[in-house]
């Protein structure tokens, strides 16, 4: 990706006004870039396959086809676009829905404009995002739990859990490493199964609040 250009953001919910007011803050960056808007999961779907977006930024309560659906469609379809959640409820299993459908980051929607557009360049970037009234509940006992069982690591599996927290894809881990993609997919299953993580940003949360950092 060139980040030299504009990022290129798609927005997603079936609220005239929120949409509205998404459009507004975008404007005030110049580093941020509307692509389009969607008003349900079905139409994000059409427009992520005909606009290609960098980021989308995903409602989740939507009317027929919701926002956990449509992640998952969008993230097997086109892996490389990065999508943000943005919802009014941070339950917690809401939240892993997301995470596990493939949404890089999760934010409540009463998140201000700069926290906003910091969230999207850092998922942008490969680095999660997750609202701190989130954050609390899903990683309050997990450091602790996660901190004990990172001493089983392999010396190869903390080096492939840094490099998640610096953001890399499977690919680039394996180009970085010089191993095979599968290699780094059973590496990495590992790591998530050693550290209780649900997924790849979890699994990343908890690498920085336990200072694996490339």
């Known amino acids: 990706m060139d980040q030299t250009k504009p990022i290129r953001v798609l927005i997603v919910d079936d609220h005239d006004m ?18 389009g808007e969607a008003s349900s999961g079905s139409e994000s779907i059409r427009q992520c396959q005909e606009l290609n977006p960098d980021i989308v ?33 941070g339950e917690e299993d809401l939240v892993r829905a997301a995470m596990q459908a493939g949404a890089t980051s999760y934010l409540l929607k009463n998140v201000s404009a700069n926290r906003l557009a910091d969230a999207i360049r850092s998922t942008f970037s490969g680095l999660p995002t997750v609202s701190p009234e989130i954050a609390s509940k899903l990683f309050t006992e997990a450091p ?10 392999t010396q190869r599996e ?15 881990i394996s180009l970085k490493l010089n191993l095979s993609k599968n290699t780094v997919k059973n590496h990495v299953s590992s790591i998530l199964g050693k550290l209780g993580a649900g997924n790849r940003t979890e699994a990343a949360s908890l690498a920085h609040r336990l200072n694996f950092k490339s």
């Open 18 to 35: 929120l949409r509205e007011g998404l459009t507004t803050f975008l404007s005030a960056y110049p580093d941020l870039k509307l692509v």
């Open 57 to 89: 930024l995903m409602d989740l309560i939507m009317p027929e086809m919701g926002g956990v659906a449509a992640i998952e469609a969008i993230h097997q379809a086109l892996p490389m676009i990065r999508i943000i959640a943005l919802s009014s409820f």
């Open 144 to 153: 602790a739990r996660s901190a004990q069982n990172a001493e089983s690591l």
């Open 158 to 172: 903390v080096e492939v859990l840094e490099l998640i927290a610096g953001g890399l894809t499977n690919d680039e």
